[in-house]
């Protein structure tokens, strides 16, 4: 007959508790062992009094450091340089040449260049520029008896001056009658049809020679 154990007496349900219980107390003793501390009881050893001996600290400046003095400056050499040598060289001159007197020497005559004029250059300055027969005065009066003022003009009360130019060829004769600057009115054609119809200049000269000269003259128009 197989006997059975009562309930009250089955260890085993307490294997956890107890294991738990003997892991707690080791960890206890073990961390007792290492926090426990012993005191020696002896009497106290005197170690008497220390004398001070140690020297006062001094306070050390600090000290600059001077900069380097500079390199010395080399002063360069000079070499006396001796006084030139004249060097003397014999010229041998051979004075054997037959010379004879009757040998003539032709002189070389430079000419000037001749100056090239062309035929058909205009001149603005010249050395006798062109002129009106009898002069400036006759110029006027020629002026005064064929210039007739523009009624278109006289009516707008238009005056000022006309400046004219042209060209006097080599044989005295006008061309090329041009307004250099007019003053409207009439009067720019008045003034190119009484300087076409006048009649022949003296023609201008340049190194004596006739040449076409280009000529600039004012034509006054003024209301009396």
Do not use: H
């Not at 007959?1 to 089955?10: G, I, L, Q, R, S």
């Not at 190119?192 to 076409?212: E, F, N």
Request: hydrophobic share 40%; aromatic share 8%.
């Amino acid at each position: 007959m197989e006997a059975k154990k009562t309930p009250k007496a089955d260890l085993t349900k307490r294997t956890g508790m107890f294991l738990n219980l003997g892991l707690l107390i080791s960890v206890g003793l073990v961390l007792f062992a290492f926090e426990y501390k012993s005191y020696d009881l002896g009497p106290l050893k005197d170690l008497g009094s220390v004398t001070d001996d140690f020297e006062e600290l001094l306070d050390i400046p600090i000290t600059e450091q001077p900069p380097p003095p500079p390199p010395p400056i080399e002063q360069p050499i000079i070499q006396e340089i001796p006084d030139e040598v004249e060097i003397e060289e014999k010229i041998e001159v051979n004075f054997d040449v037959d010379v004879q007197e009757e040998t003539v020497i032709k002189e070389v005559v430079i000419a000037d260049a001749p100056v090239v004029e062309k035929a058909d250059e205009i001149f603005d300055v010249v050395e006798n520029a062109p002129e009106f027969p009898g002069g400036m005065s006759a110029w006027n009066a020629y002026l005064s008896k064929n210039l007739k003022y523009p009624t278109q003009a006289r009516r707008m009360g238009v005056e000022g001056t006309v400046y004219v130019v042209f060209v006097v060829n080599t044989d005295g004769s006008i061309q090329d009658v041009e307004i250099l600057r007019g003053i409207g009115g009439g009067c720019d054609e008045e003034a190119l049809r009484v300087v076409s119809g006048a009649p022949k200049w003296t023609p201008g000269k340049q190194r004596g020679r006739p040449v076409r000269v280009r000529m600039r003259l004012p034509i006054r128009f003024k209301l009396g």
